[in-house]
Nanobody, 124 residues
Framework: QVQLVESGGGLVQAGGSLRLSCAASGRTFSSYGMGWFRQAPGKEREFVAAIRRSGASTNYADSVKGRFTIPRDNAKNTVYLQMNSLKPEDTAVYYC?????????????????WGQGTQVTVSS
């Protein structure tokens, strides 16, 4: 079992930056692949970024590639989502998730634990 708590959301102007944090407690953090997803009003939850247990490799949705990064710090039991060059279409509730599966996972059904979400609003 692992508990996930996101923080760092808020209101930012287009072109700005935000860094989301996801703090994990419970079992060994390095046992989990981690991911970020987002859900805008009226839309399905979509994949944003993922990172392997070791941090050796990452994967990004095309819509955020080159703007977002997903570093993790296993010593601090924390994964981040650094968001740069934000656009109004990035507005959503952002969720972090943990997966026991090996490798990079990009679908919601492959994640076992979820945080409560944090709102990101990008104004034009």
């Amino acid at each position: 079992q692992v508990q996930l708590v996101e923080s760092g959301g808020g209101l930012v102007q287009a072109g700005g930056s935000l860094r989301l944090s996801c703090a994990a407690s419970g079992r060994t953090f390095s046992s989990y692949g981690m991911g970020w997803f987002r859900q805008a009003p009226g839309k399905e939850r979509e994949f944003v970024a993922a990172i392997r247990r070791s941090g050796a490799s990452t994967n990004y949705a095309d819509s955020v590639k080159g703007r977002f990064t997903i570093p993790r710090d296993n010593a601090k039991n924390t994964v981040y989502l650094q968001m740069n060059s934000l656009k109004p279409e990035d507005t959503a509730v952002y969720y972090c998730a943990a997966s026991t599966r090996i490798g990079i996972v990009t679908t919601t059904r492959e994640y076992d634990y979820w945080g409560q979400g944090t709102q990101v609003t990008v104004s034009s």
